[in-house]
């Protein structure tokens, strides 16, 4: 008997899964670590705010859920189908919700619809706006007096300011826009009209502005100070905390923009310490670290500190460790060819990289971290003590030439050696270059020689007004030699050292415009009449 020929079952395309993301009230360091694990295994990735992108750094698809083609403001059911839409192609989508998914959010509403269409979906909390801007804001929202608080969502609705009014302390969502009929709802419905008030905008990040007022002022206060949304209001006697709890406002470097001319490798560690001080950093490339035109130098080098060529070697850089490292790796070595040689660092930092090896300094500087505090400590050439009376000497192309002619003068025999080249980056863009000639940036730090030569020749000098700050001697010199005044010099030549000689000048000044009865302003904010020397 024949058979019918057997039909196939069109394949079920895989169901995907929904993950709401609360990503807190804008400083990306209170993401949580459930939120980080998350972010880094999603296909797809839906953000409600353009500071959200920066957030996804695994090569997921960002897709823009805040608006739609025409600017506008997407609704609730809009976005729900946005999600369900890319979790149906079988997509782990990431929904990106600023502050707490489920705390005045539309979490609950694009999670129904996910439901709805049958989707599985998970929750990760975020820290809410509501509770994070005023902690910033140096305003607690209860205390052994004050026990509780009442949040208001404003926006449109209408508000029954009379039942409001009974709750000591209020924390006011989306009133910007109406914070003069707020304030006189608030009084009519009998509180005080003396009752301080503090608006926070743009909370948790080094934007964040406050204003403290009252009631009976708010409305003024915020027009003058041009206050927009988003913003907190907090309504209280909790407020008249802030004068001694503020903390994050009252950063030495708060709301500093601060120029690092360095490679984008060199400038993490940097960049975080500045933020830890309430600086924004931009980094801006002026070099770039590559390997020599001619390797064969190194070559030899390496492979005479095998055959045992060597007493000394001598880095003079995290560059010139990394160089060498690299080149062992080449030859399949390790730290064992270093075995029976002495190893000098430059400095803490280079002394460190070394250490990674599993290999500990003979010699760093016991005073200057430089290449003449080297030589200072450096013992001489003794044919009795020393039975090899060759230094190998790997550094950069353009490095100077005063620890190699202080080796030679100490009786020891140099093979100086181009480890690595450092090259001139391209210019930063135009709006970059204006902010430096014009004064847009309150400081800009110098790490070598080599970035105050060469940001002067890709964008010229920085303005009268920016602090110039400087690792160390050397480099001050230099940017003394282009004309540039220096304020501020590390203690010690490393970057950390560096951000921490900033941040003491920073609330230094910080100190002076108070004790003056001043406001405090930025160096950016200042004339140039005005500036100090550290």
Excluded at 182 to 206: D, K, N
Excluded at 370 to 385: A, V
Aim: aromatic letters at 6%; glycine letters at 8%; charged letters at 20%.
């Amino acid at each position: 008997m024949p058979t019918s020929p057997a039909t196939t079952a069109p394949k079920a395309q895989p169901a995907g899964r929904v993950s709401f993301v609360g990503a807190g009230p804008g400083d990306a360091s209170l993401l949580t670590v459930r939120a980080t694990e998350v972010l880094a295994q999603a296909d797809v990735v839906i953000v409600e705010s353009p500071e959200q992108h920066a957030l996804v750094t695994n090569g997921a698809d960002v897709i823009d859920g805040g608006t739609n083609a025409a600017g506008e403001t997407l609704t609730h059911a809009a976005r729900g189908k946005l999600v369900v839409k890319h979790a149906k192609t079988g997509a782990h989508v990431v929904r990106l919700m600023v502050g707490d998914p489920f705390t005045y959010a539309t979490g609950p509403e694009e999670a129904q619809a996910c439901a709805k269409a049958g989707i599985s979906f998970e929750v990760v909390p975020g820290v809410s706006s509501v509770s994070a801007v005023p902690a910033y804001a140096g305003v607690p929202l209860t205390d052994k007096q004050h026990r509780e608080f009442k949040v208001v969502s404003v926006g449109d609705s209408n508000v029954d300011w009379s039942e409001a009014a009974r709750h000591e302390t209020l924390v006011l969502l989306s009133a910007v826009n109406r914070i003069g009929e707020v304030a006189a709802g608030l009084v009519a419905a009998g509180r005080s009209p003396e009752t301080p008030v503090a608006m926070t905008r743009q909370g948790t990040t080094t934007a964040q502005e406050t204003v403290v007022s009252t009631l009976a002022g708010i409305a003024e206060a915020a027009a003058a100070s041009h206050m927009t949304p988003p913003a907190i209001v907090v309504v209280g006697e909790v407020v008249a905390q802030r004068e001694v709890l503020s903390w994050f406002e009252t950063k030495p470097l708060y709301g500093w923009r601060v120029l690092v001319p360095r490679t984008k490798e060199q400038s993490q560690s940097l960049a975080a310490r500045l933020r830890m001080y309430g600086a924004v950093s931009e980094e801006v490339p002026t070099i770039s670290v590559e390997p020599p035109r001619n390797p064969q130098q190194m070559d030899k080098a390496v492979r005479g500190l095998v055959e045992g060529r060597y007493e000394w070697v001598a880095f003079t850089s995290v560059n010139a460790v990394k160089a060498v490292r690299e080149k062992f790796e080449e030859y399949g070595l390790d730290a064992r060819a270093f075995s029976g040689l002495k190893i000098a660092a430059v400095g803490e930092k280079t002394a460190q990289a070394i250490e990674t090896w599993g290999i500990r300094p003979d010699l760093v500087p016991s005073g200057e971290q430089s290449g003449r505090g080297l030589l200072e400590d450096w013992p001489p050439f003794d044919e009795l003590l020393d039975p090899i009376n060759r230094v190998f000497l790997p550094r950069a192309d353009i490095a100077t030439e005063t620890l190699a002619a202080g080796l030679v003068e100490l009786g020891w025999e140099v093979d100086d050696v181009t480890a690595y080249r450092t090259v001139r980056a391209s210019p930063p863009p135009a709006p970059t270059r204006e902010a430096i000639k014009s004064g847009k940036f309150d400081a800009v730090l110098f790490t070598s020689s080599s970035t105050v030569r060469n940001l002067v020749g890709i964008a010229g000098k920085p303005h009268a007004t920016t602090i110039i700050a400087c690792i160390g001697p050397a480099t001050a010199k230099t940017a003394e030699e282009h004309g540039l005044r220096v304020d501020v010099m590390a203690e010690k030549p490393s970057a950390e050292d560096l951000a921490d000689a900033l941040a003491q000048f920073g609330e230094q000044r910080r100190l002076q415009f108070i004790e003056a009865g001043d406001p405090v302003l930025r160096p950016s904010q200042k004339k140039p009449s005005s500036r100090r020397k550290a």
